[in-house]
């Protein structure tokens, strides 16, 4: 009969249709599933909050810092290292010219001062987190003390290994790891560290071993006196590169230290510091021109080795430094 005919002609109907949507809702189930999969993912990765002890201080982070300003140079490139040019909003305090490989990055943010910026410019800036080379930046005639800053919620770190006696490469590794977990950049700052430390086994393995290490002196500034390097993370780096620092008795960082003094260390060679108003040669001149240091090794031999201060501070110039200290040891290991 016609009627049922029809039935028949509605029933294929309905049933195709119901097997049409059957793989769409199964597709749209396992879209769900895989929508659910990415979300559990994503908050696996979430920024889990990280407490630091910086300088006698508990420092908790429960996000990534947005705006950051660095202080001094040495702490700069190590922001530039882990890649983090687009957190920072301010820099400050070039010593001399930055490292080629973040020329580019460290041209797109903004330089606050040559020196400390006023704590006017520094709050126009509008940062959430400062990072200090060294201690005297966070001052009242720098950007103002911790507390200050805490109190503005602006989270303040000091670059731990540079304000320490006696320091070692791991506490200066210790505060790019730090600075990795703050930013949440840990792999970057682990793959920053071990090529520090393979770029430094391959020197320290030209050198060889030493018997006798060179006497070594630093000369930083001063006339009267001579502001040195005491036992601080210069002595580490002289010795790595065969050489011993004729005042790494001295407890503490620098200090200063009468000429008469010097000449009784009696050193082979003598570091100078560039940085400041006196040029390198000025400091130089000054050197030789001291009659009472006159049969000393290293005047009577012209021995100098000149290390920027960029390179001499905690940072991750460490292999350079090494390199320029190991070449004027003892240049006839590192012949091209």
Request: hydrophobic share 40%; charged share 25%.
């Amino acid at each position: 009969m016609k009627w049922i005919k029809n039935a028949r002609n509605f029933v294929l109907l309905f049933l195709t249709a119901v097997l049409a949507v059957l793989p769409a809702c199964g597709s749209s189930t396992k879209e769900t599933s895989t929508q659910a999969t990415t979300q559990e993912s994503a908050k696996s990765t979430a920024y889990q909050p990280v407490t630091i002890e910086n300088y006698n201080r508990t420092l908790t982070f429960k996000e990534v810092p947005k705006r950051a300003v660095t202080l001094n140079q040495h702490v700069t490139e190590i922001m530039l290292a882990l890649g983090l040019e687009d957190r920072m909003v301010g820099t400050a305090y070039l010593d001399d010219k930055i490292l080629p490989e973040f020329q580019e990055a460290y041209s797109k943010i903004p330089v606050l001062s040559n020196k400390y910026p006023s704590k006017e410019v520094f709050m126009a800036a509008q940062p959430d987190f400062v990072y200090a080379g060294w201690k005297s930046a966070f001052t009242e005639k720098a950007v103002g003390t911790v507390e200050e800053l805490e109190k503005a919620g602006i989270r303040a770190y000091l670059q731990e290994s540079s304000d320490m006696t006696a320091p070692t490469l791991e506490d200066v590794y210790k505060d790019i790891q730090n600075i990795g977990r703050i930013f949440n950049v840990e792999a970057k700052a682990n793959e920053t560290i071990n090529k520090m430390k393979k770029d430094m086994e391959q020197i320290t393995k030209q050198i060889g071993p030493v018997d006798k290490p060179l006497k070594v002196f630093v000369y930083d500034s001063g006339e009267d006196q001579a502001f040195t390097a005491a036992n601080n993370y210069m002595t580490r780096l002289i010795s790595l590169a065969g050489g011993k620092n004729v005042f790494d008795d001295i407890q503490k960082g620098w200090a200063k230290v009468n000429w008469e003094e010097v000449v009784n260390r009696n050193p082979e060679v003598i570091i100078i510091v560039d940085y400041g108003e006196k040029t390198v040669a000025q400091k130089q001149d000054l050197l030789l021109a001291k009659k009472e240091l006159a049969d000393v090794p290293a005047i009577k031999n012209k021995r100098f080795i000149v290390l920027p201060l960029s390179a001499a501070a905690e940072g991750i110039r460490a292999p350079l430094a090494l390199k320029i200290l190991s070449k004027g040891f003892y240049p006839d290991k590192f012949k091209e």
